[in-house]
């Protein structure tokens, strides 16, 4: 085996949506504004008894019984989220715990919106040391745990969901190079601090920064795939804004792929909207089995993680 492959995917929302008309009704906002400056319409947002680990376990099992896998195949758990509100058990060793896995590695990693393809560039290099045989990988966040709801600068972005994928080894390669970094200095400008925690950001700082500095560096992705951008049948950025979102996606020169567009209903889950994204494309049929797909995590620390990979 030379590489590794995702097997299927899965993905969970709670049940709970919160429209714009809603949060009109909680902070001094509308739903035009919010339409008109981030593009998000709807968001699906946990209660208090749903922590983040049944999030991602939920998201977890449909990956596995699309696969046609059970728990006890799995012994790599990677869970990349930046709202466990414990340290320990982490949210790896409690979606285990959940599912009945026997003794699978576990471990969690917080990269925060950018944390899914830092996840799956790892469990990729894990299966091509030979370190594991299946990995189960997940992005999940509860973002109504950490955001001020009286605050509309941050209310009206986000929530809360789950996205997991199964990887395995392959004879051929089919997730891609990672190219991966992070912009130290300007980690002030997406925050997650304090005690309780609580997110804010620099908005305008990090429009810029993801509009102007994250295309040519989603374009060396492909370059590293051996993809030229003309040839993905999708894009799958973080799911953070519509007008980034937008904007990103053509100055890339993706002219013939789909775009992910999640963010409209379900609104940035951080780390959970690249997977969810992704499993919903393949679950309407919008992309179809082997077709390449660029993923592209940014955000938080103001760090970024992307590879193009094969469509289950």
């Known amino acids: 085996m030379t590489g590794s492959r995702i097997v299927a995917l899965g993905h969970y929302q709670p049940a709970k949506v919160l429209t714009n008309a809603d949060l009109a009704e909680m902070v001094d906002t509308s739903d035009e504004w919010i339409r008109s400056r981030v593009g998000i319409e709807t968001r699906h947002v946990a209660g208090p008894d749903e922590p983040v680990d049944e999030l991602a376990a939920h998201a977890a099992a449909k990956a596995l019984a699309s696969a046609g896998l059970t728990p006890a195949d799995i012994d790599l758990v990677l869970v990349a989220t930046s709202t466990a509100i414990d340290r320990s058990p982490n949210t790896a060793a409690r979606v285990a715990a959940r599912?009945?896995?026997?003794?699978?590695?576990?471990?969690?990693?917080?990269?925060?919106?950018?944390g899914f393809t830092h996840a799956l560039a790892t469990a990729d290099h894990a299966v091509r040391a030979g370190a594991t045989a299946r990995a189960l990988v997940i992005g999940a966040d509860k973002m109504a745990d950490i955001v001020d709801w009286s605050d509309r600068s941050t209310c009206v972005l986000v929530g809360d969901g789950a996205g997991a994928a199964v990887i395995e080894a392959s004879a051929e390669p089919e997730i891609g190079p990672v190219l991966?970094?992070?912009?130290?200095?300007?980690?002030?400008?997406?925050?997650?601090?304090?005690?309780?925690?609580?997110?804010?950001?620099?908005?305008?700082?990090?429009?810029?920064?993801?509009?102007?500095?994250?295309?040519?560096?989603?374009?060396?992705?492909?370059?590293?795939?051996?993809?030229?951008?003309?040839?993905?049948?999708?894009?799958?950025?973080?799911q953070a804004n519509l007008r980034i979102i937008e904007p990103v996606a053509h100055k890339i020169g993706a002219v013939n792929a789909v775009i992910a567009r999640d963010v409209v209903e379900s609104g940035n889950t951080s780390a959970g909207s690249i997977p969810m994204a992704l499993s919903k494309l393949v679950e309407r049929g919008e992309i179809r089995s082997g077709d390449p797909v660029l993923l592209f995590g940014f955000g938080g620390n103001l760090s970024y993680a992307g590879q193009v990979i094969r469509c289950p």
């Open 99 to 114: 599912l009945g896995m026997g003794s699978p590695a576990v471990m969690d990693l917080n990269v925060v919106c950018a």
């Open 180 to 238: 991966w970094g992070s912009v130290p200095e300007m980690g002030h400008a997406v925050r997650i601090e304090g005690t309780p925690p609580r997110f804010a950001q620099e908005g305008q700082s990090v429009y810029r920064w993801a509009t102007t500095q994250l295309p040519p560096i989603a374009r060396k992705v492909c370059e590293r795939a051996g993809v030229t951008p003309e040839e993905l049948a999708a894009v799958v950025l973080h």
